[in-house]
């Protein structure tokens, strides 16, 4: 793009910055010019029409607030300006306009490990995963010596995930704990897995079996601290037995039907909504052609934009569902006494974003165009391929860590501002602007900013997805894996003993 501005939609009354503007400089649209009225830093709005106080700014052909106070040609349009117009909980009426895509016509696989039950992983590693946050450095200790001992072994690692949870816990925050780590130990991407206790806790082993269901015990082993006279020598056998499993297990063709990916976004800025959103669910939309499946969560930051996905559900049932997911969540805050719409933060704002509804507009992006199949609680595995929203909220460690425990292989997080931080699957950053790829190449696995620099979106799409079959294929690691960068955080909204 060679303009330096953007206007995205034909009826927004503001365009995006793409350069920094200052007092004086004008701005020249199809019918007329605009001066500039101050300096509007790259990734802000500038209005383009006269806006008195209580008008609707528009971007995306979307309310994105309200003015609270007139707003001249020119002007900046930010948080001096610029106010949520949105309400607490609201009733919403379905009208259906779900989008039948096309099927893709040609067969697409990538180089994956089919297990037993059928699932492929795109990792063979091996998961340690303890039930209680008192042996987080038991169980670290165990990953260290396994990943000295068995280097050179015919699989991908030892890897552990601390977390502080699993006793004095009560309700649902314990349930949370549960769903959550048990729907990791099912995870395909782990050949295999050691469950950890220490003995006392709430989350117990064999309380935690009954949530975990049936398992294969050549797959999941199982150490109760409390019970061993030296727990780090019979954890170690037991990750001798779980690497010698994962060795029998080879990569192979897999149909991308069986391809699992979170959409995430994280340290938003203007550009979000504008490149590496959209390049996601371009993304998104081209595997569910094939037959796969992406997974969107971060509910809070769907205000302002649920209805776009209300109504693009595949029936009643899925609305309804969606419904229950907007409202519960706007009821949680109300519980806790809080700002249902204090959303955006510092950071997104300072990058050009100002109201929540500015914000969920880019980040629903992130779905593309298809329709919505089903929709999940907290720590659930997905069932249905196509496009799945899970409950989350916005929180990066919290809503990768769901994302990942409902089944995605690769978490695709996009960003403007940048992050190291990395998921317990590979976990593709992608910035919103070349700037940041140029700065942080040890965080940033991919830059969607060259769409703001001639490249078109069919074109970097398909580089994009080629991009994806090789991160799944194992032919490239992403950032986070060659830092070693890898973490889960667990939901919490309770009482803790």
Known sequence: MTQPYLQIHPQDNVIVA?????????????????????????????????????????????????????????????????????????????????????????????QGYVRKNGEAGVRNEIWILNTVGCINKTCETLARLANQQFKGRNFDGVYHFAHPFGCSQLGDDLVNTQLLLSSLANHPNAAGVLIVGLGCENNNVPEFKKVLGDFDPNRVKFMVSQEEEDELAEGMRLLEELVAYAETFEREPVPLSKLKIGLKCGGSDGFSGITANPLVGAFSDMLISFGGTTILTEVPEMFGAETILMNRGINEEVFRKTVRLINDFKEYFIRHGQEVYENPSPGNKQGGITTLEEKSLGCTQKGGTSPVV???????????????????????????????????????????????????????????????????????????????????????KEEFFEYIVRVASGEILTNNEKNGFREIAIFKDGVIL
């Open 18 to 110: 793409l350069q920094e503007f200052h007092d004086g400089d004008i701005i020249s649209l199809e019918n007329t010019k605009i001066t500039v009225r101050e300096t509007v830093p790259r990734g802000h709005k500038i209005a383009i029409k006269e806006l008195p106080a209580g008008a609707d700014v528009i971007k995306f052909a979307y309310s994105i607030g309200k003015a609270v106070k007139p707003i001249r040609p020119g002007e900046w349009v930010h948080t001096h300006n610029l106010t949520s117009g949105l309400k607490g909980l609201l009733e919403y009426q379905y009208e259906p306009n779900p989008v039948e895509l096309a099927a893709a016509t040609e067969e697409r696989t990538f």
């Open 374 to 460: 089903d929709v999940l609680p907290y720590g659930h595995r997905v069932s249905s391929a196509g496009l799945n929203l899970v409950q989350a909220p916005g929180n990066d460690l919290v809503s990768v860590s769901a994302l990942a425990a409902a089944g995605a292989h690769i978490v695709l997080f996009t960003t403007g501002r940048g992050t190291p931080f990395g998921g317990p699957v590979p976990t593709v950053k992608i910035s919103t602007n070349t700037p940041l790829y140029e700065k942080k190449r040890n965080w940033i696995d991919f830059n969607a900013g060259q769409l703001l620099e001639e490249k078109e979106m069919d074109q970097l």
